[in-house]
């Protein structure tokens, strides 16, 4: 190659790599990292778009420079030189990739055995995934359960997850992590939320038919905020009444899907709740008899035009499902 060409080569790289960079910093690709471990998973992602854009910037240029310095004239059909081999190019493009990927395994590599190590005075949250609701249960606070996972700000929590039914993917963008949740296994995600605030779980699984409205939301408040909650609330389900089976009814996903006044439900994926002595009636069943069967085996009976997907909820506790049965059938006479 000759030094005129070299050097107009390493212009176009400056000026494809500028480009390129400025697209990746300026196009808002994802929101901000507000927990440590995404603060480490964005080391990460920036050293691969690092090597991404030289990589870019270097092929970009011999191929721009290419098509304009090596065009055939209209008029000549020849070929070009034939080449056979070249031991020094072969070498090169097979080392310098192999360092690169090396680099970015061994990186990886690190971040994730750093977010993966739980200090010891995590707090501990079980995650329940389901069609289609997210539950959180709170194993230090008595079982406290809850549809909004709360955590407190600057303390790692370790979320231990499984799923009732299908496979789902717990992500909030902003804290980076993208964990699956699976029937019969257990797995974990660490994370050390950096700023108060609220933030979307978006399921990240397609998982049936209201895979797109199986948001949950995550709240980050102060340790005090949060000590305040978790004593004031683990109490609420223990009551009886109306309000112990409205708490069951959100607590276990069900206004994802179904629409019950009573509740405040707006789902509309599976039947309508507060049709429920109408659809006893079609059932040819007792309305208590109906609705306890329907929450317990919910394929004995279904309703036309809406599709089988709710799982079986036979083993909540004998009397949440006492008061669940209550609520529903109280709530819609
Ligand atoms: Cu759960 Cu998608």
Known sequence: MQKGAAVKVILIAIVVAAITTAIAIFLPWLPASDSKEGDRIDVA???????????WAVVAAIFLYSIVAFRARPDDDTDGPPIHGHTGL???????????????GILSAVILA????????????????EQFAWNFTYPTYNNLQSTTLRLPINRTTKLEMTSRDVIHSFYVPQFRQKQDLLPGQTTTINVTPTKLGHYVIQCAELCGLGHAVMLGQVVVMTQASFDKWAHGSSTATQGGGAAAGKALFTNNGCASCHTFAPAGATGKIGPDLDKLPQYAQQAGKPLETFVRESIEDPSAYIQP????????FKNLPAQQIDQLVSFLTKGSS
């Open 45 to 55: 992602i920036w050293f691969v778009t690092g090597i991404c854009i030289l990589v």
């Open 90 to 104: 072969e070498i090169t493009w097979t080392a310098i990739p192999f360092v690169l990927v090396t680099a970015i």
């Open 114 to 129: 750093k977010n993966g190590d739980t200090p010891k005075n995590a707090l501990k949250v079980n995650v329940l995934g």
């Open 305 to 312: 035009g809406y599709p089988n997907v709710m799982p079986p």
